[in-house]
């Protein structure tokens, strides 16, 4: 019976917080907005990688998600060095379709996508073939291939019931239910 009612209490707060969205015989849907997800990605940041052709570092990660749009985008610093050359700076944002992995209870980019990379203020285009660019591309999406963008509570049996996820009207949308 405390069970119970513990659970009942839970339901309440979370309707009165706005974090769910919906409830009906298909389940309930969790709202998770661009902040959760941003403090998953933080928690995982930053990310260096050394190729032979020098040291790339991502870091200060944040999540976006546009109202209009199935993905989630996610952006971080690049930073770039190596012996012959200064550290270069950049951003980069890089957009996915969620895709939950129920083993470990985590939301990834699926079909990650390079939008858009800055480097020294300057542009550069999926077309182009420079060197940096060339060591850039295959670690930032193998980056955002591996790391989550959000992780259900480990403590919590919820991972087990994700029946659906979406990104609508500019949120990530968890659906739960048997």
Same mark, same amino acid.
């Given at each position: ?74 952006? +971080?610093?690049? #930073? ?8 270069? @700076?950049?951003? %980069? !944002?890089?957009?996915? $379709? ?34 940096? +660019?060339?060591? #850039? ?8 291939? @591996?790391?989550? %963008? !959000?992780?259900?509570? $480990? ?24």
């Amino acid at each position: 019976m405390k069970h119970y009612l513990s659970g009942f209490v839970l339901l309440l707060a979370l309707l009165f917080t706005g974090c769910i969205k919906d409830i009906n015989p298909g389940g309930m849907t969790v709202v998770i907005p661009a902040s959760k997800l941003t403090q998953s990605l933080q928690q995982q940041f930053p990310v260096t990688e050394n190729t032979n052709y020098g040291k790339i570092t991502l870091k200060n990660p944040k999540a976006l998600l546009q109202k209009g749009s199935d993905r989630i985008t996610a952006g +971080a610093t690049v #930073l770039f060095s190596n012996a012959l050359i200064p550290e270069q @700076k950049g951003s %980069v !944002y890089v957009s996915g $379709k969620p895709w939950f992995d129920a083993k470990t209870g985590s939301v990834y980019l699926n079909e990650p996508n390079i939008e858009k990379l800055n480097i020294n203020g300057y542009k550069l285009g999926n077309f182009l073939n420079g060197s940096v +660019a060339n060591q #850039l591309k295959p670690i930032i999406n193998e980056v955002f291939r @591996k790391i989550p %963008v !959000y992780r259900v509570n $480990k403590n919590s049996i919820q991972g087990s019931f994700v029946k659906n996820i979406k990104v609508e009207d500019g949120n990530l949308l968890l659906t739960f239910g048997l």
